[in-house]
């Protein structure tokens, strides 16, 4: 066994650079570093403030959970021994630690406990620090420490590694007092190490089970898009068939899946502007759940022959939520067939767009599309439009919109034109307002025509029964309006967006339609804030308690500027947002972007 160095070795490598001839060859790499460190006066380690201890454990939280319950049985058996433990970060940075009560209290008197601060070139030569720099378990004891007033420890640490990616994620350390021998703290720490390693692994394995069910829910919505979904290690969770047909750039890909890991534990906002242009022609989406990533969503875009306006598309459509989802899981099967579709749903939920789209869907969709105004039919020009042949066709879609609204002669013609069409080859879609049985029941509708219109049927709910599609059906519309004319995309606020997913849209997708329309028209920004919207939308927002909500978040706003001295990228990461994201508050709330460099 090696001769354990004494403080005559280090005293005479101090004084004149003497390599004592029984140092073991990773503390005197070390030594040789923390000389250029310029620390061996130092008595403690650094110590983290309140606020970035705090920012630390909360970006580690994983690391942390992985390491809860190895702490918690450890700390029990090291309590009376005089060893302690501590869970460090990859920076160095102590973030838990258990033990032995009476050696953890001795331990703050070097910062051996929260918020110390231990790489080789904050405190020299140390385990912690050692271990970090070498990637390998370490252990340092007494005068192998390069600052004298940490020599009064001995140390073992062994690094803690994600075993899907290989990246170091902090180190396990066990510390006890000078003088007091202990054969085992390496193997302890390192099997402490490696039951930290086993529980993340395991947490892994869960998140990638929750990223193959959101593949699966995201197919329901998107239908037959390639996609991918790789999960926080950059690794495949399941990909399409199709995907590595139609993504032919593996380099790219390749890049985005390494970037992955080093993004992963900062906030879905950030991962997603990070990785927002690193493979073009793709769309990436963060997966979460509640506030940490899990994985990346990569789908292509693939554009569609058939399909004249992709916005309309019954994938599209079906992307706002899960109410969407099923009704366009059920429109995409009805597609294929030729059956007369009955389409209800009140005023502006978006009936026409959906029986497009069901066109556009079908073996029929080279086929025209006809629209038909039932309550503006008269029966003498009906009558002469049959007689001509001048509607109809052998292919393609007749709609029918309101045909509750005819008056019953004109019912009578329109049961006629059916029959033709259907005969001819063209496909019967009608749209109603009105629930079509209860007026059959009632009478005010005829039950032969009712029959021949509604082989199947397809109920959209109002706006106000699907409040968690809102928003994204806002983004889907303000796409659209961008799209259209080479327009600006507007932005809302957090205040002005609650405020729109509080109000009931009694007009639905139609009045939302013309909301847009109208703030793009009077706002000189582009940028809407809740005191932009109508007074409808503000009243709504003072019911859910939103003015409170807005000053609270005004305060903490100004708090956190000014605890970072007005550096507004500090201030964003204070706040766990994206920079961005912060700019857009301050210019709601009137804030100026002052800052200091």
């Not at 079908?362 to 039919?377: K, W």
């Not at 007026?439 to 005010?444: D, F, L």
């Not at 339609?513 to 003072?542: C, H, Q, V, Y």
Request: some cysteine.
């Amino acid at each position: 066994m090696a001769r354990t160095l004494g403080k005559g070795d280090w005293e005479e490598f101090m004084a004149v650079g003497r390599i004592p001839p029984d140092i073991r060859q990773d503390v005197l790499q070390s030594w040789k570093r923390s000389a250029a460190y310029r620390v061996a006066g130092l008595k403690h380690a650094p110590l983290l403030s309140e606020e970035s201890l705090f920012a630390r454990r909360t970006f580690e939280r994983r690391l942390r959970a992985g390491a809860k319950t190895a702490l918690a049985r450890a700390g029990k058996l090291l309590d009376g021994t005089e060893n302690i433990l501590l869970l460090c970060d990859r920076t160095g940075v102590v973030l838990d630690a258990v033990g032995d009560e009476a050696t953890l209290a001795r331990g703050r008197e070097n910062h051996l406990h929260l918020g110390g601060h231990w790489t080789e070139d904050a405190i020299g030569t140390n385990a912690i620090g050692t271990a970090l720099a070498a990637g390998r378990p370490m252990v340092v004891r007494e005068a192998e420490h390069f600052c004298e007033e940490i020599q009064r420890w001995n140390c073992a640490a062994t690094p803690i590694t994600d075993q899907g990616s290989g990246m170091l994620l902090g180190v396990m350390d066990i510390s006890w007092p000078s003088g007091m021998p202990q054969a085992n703290a390496v193997a302890l720490s390192a099997a402490l190490a490696l039951q930290v390693e086993s529980e993340l692994t395991r947490l892994l394995a869960r998140e990638r089970e929750a990223l193959m069910e959101q593949l699966h829910l995201r197919r329901l919505r998107r239908g037959n898009e390639p996609m991918l979904i790789v999960d926080r290690c950059g690794a495949d969770v399941l990909a399409t068939e199709d995907f590595a047909r139609f993504c032919d750039d593996d380099r790219t890909l390749t890049a985005l899946r390494a970037r992955i890991p080093e993004l992963i534990d900062q906030t879905p906002e950030a991962i997603g502007e990070a990785l927002s242009d690193c493979l073009p022609g793709t769309d990436l989406e963060v997966i979460a759940t509640g506030n940490d990533a899990i994985g990346v969503l990569i789908s292509l875009r693939r554009s569609r022959a058939h399909a004249a306006d992709a916005n309309a598309d019954l994938i599209k459509i079906g992307a706002a939520g899960v109410a969407s989802s099923v009704l366009c899981t059920q429109a995409q099967r009805l597609a294929l067939t030729n059956i007369p579709l009955l389409i209800e749903g009140d005023t502006g939920v978006g009936k026409t767009f959906l029986a497009q789209a069901i066109h556009r869907a079908s073996p029929q969709a080279e086929g025209p599309f006809e629209l038909i105004d039932c309550s503006r039919l008269m029966a003498d020009r009906l009558c002469e439009d049959l007689a001509h042949g001048r509607i109809g066709a052998t292919s393609g879609v007749l709609c029918l919109n309101g045909p509750a609204e005819a008056p019953p002669e004109v019912q009578k013609l329109l049961l006629n034109l059916v029959e033709d069409v259907s005969r001819a080859g063209m496909r019967v879609i009608a749209l109603s307002v009105r629930r079509l049985y209860g007026a059959v029941q009632r009478g005010e509708f005829r039950s032969d025509l009712y029959y021949r219109i509604a082989g199947a049927r397809l109920e959209i709910q109002p706006l106000r029964e699907r409040p968690d599609e809102i928003l994204p059906l806002l983004q889907q519309l303000v796409l659209r309006h961008a799209a259209e004319g080479n327009r600006r995309e507007l932005r809302f606020t957090s205040q002005a967006t609650a405020a729109l997913a509080a109000y009931p849209w009694p007009g639905n997708l139609l009045e939302m339609k013309n909301l847009i329309a109208t703030l793009d028209a009077l706002s000189p920004t582009g940028l809407i804030d809740e005191r932009t919207l109508p007074a409808e939308f503000r009243a709504a927002s003072k019911g859910a308690g939103g003015d409170t909500l807005r000053d609270k978040e005004r305060l903490e706003i100004l708090g956190a500027i000014e605890a970072e001295a007005g550096n507004l990228s500090r201030a964003a990461q204070r706040l766990g947002i994206a920079r961005s994201t912060l700019y857009l508050k301050l210019d709601s709330y009137g804030i100026p972007r002052s800052r200091q460099p």
